[in-house]
């Protein structure tokens, strides 16, 4: 799988994400395949279902938007329209979920981060600290004891096998 963490901060968010895939026991590691995905003012990154994570990097094109001028209009939004238009992304291109498969989404839009569950399901965390894939629960670690999110990846990858130490990082400010 994958390991991605982010952390919001009162000035915006930080994000990493290593940059190996896995299939079955076998680690790929490709640039062709980026984790961390920029398109206008979205920043994304996914873990689980392989399918479904390049869909949405590959296809899906997040809606437009203007004027949201607090966290409460920008999570309404992602709600309202980011996620309908992920859901329906993922219907024109096959994507479903069966049985224990997975797919997680860390979306950073104007300054504040959600976690996107294969379900759609839209959650935020009060602590601002979020982690994703197979090594989340050792990233989530790292960050409780101070380190960011890059260096929190960095030690799921000392622990997680489907976790490859090659970690990229982006971070944004904003105002919340």
Do not use: N
Not at 122 to 147: H, K, P, Q, R
Request: overall charge negative; some cysteine.
């Amino acid at each position: 799988m994958t390991t991605i963490a982010a952390i919001q901060k009162f000035y915006g968010w930080e994000l990493a994400a290593d940059g190996q895939t896995t299939s079955g026991d076998r680690p790929f590691a490709s640039g062709h395949q980026p984790k961390i995905i920029k398109r206008a003012d979205y920043t994304f990154a996914c873990a689980g279902k392989g399918y479904a994570c390049d869909v949405a990097a590959f296809h899906w094109i997040p809606p437009e938007s203007r004027g949201l001028d607090s966290t409460r209009q920008t999570y309404q939004h992602i709600v309202k329209h980011v996620v309908p238009s992920l859901r329906e992304t993922f219907e024109q291109h096959g994507v479903a979920f069966d049985g224990d498969e997975s797919f997680q989404m860390l979306l950073a839009h104007q300054g504040l981060i959600v976690q996107i569950e294969c379900d759609f399901t839209v959650l935020m965390e009060d602590s601002g600290l979020y982690a994703i894939g197979s090594g989340a629960a050792y990233a989530l670690g790292a960050m409780a004891a101070g380190l960011d999110p890059l260096e929190a990846v960095r030690i799921a990858s000392l622990f997680d096998i489907w976790t490859g130490s090659d970690v990229e990082s982006c971070s944004a400010g904003g105002d919340l």
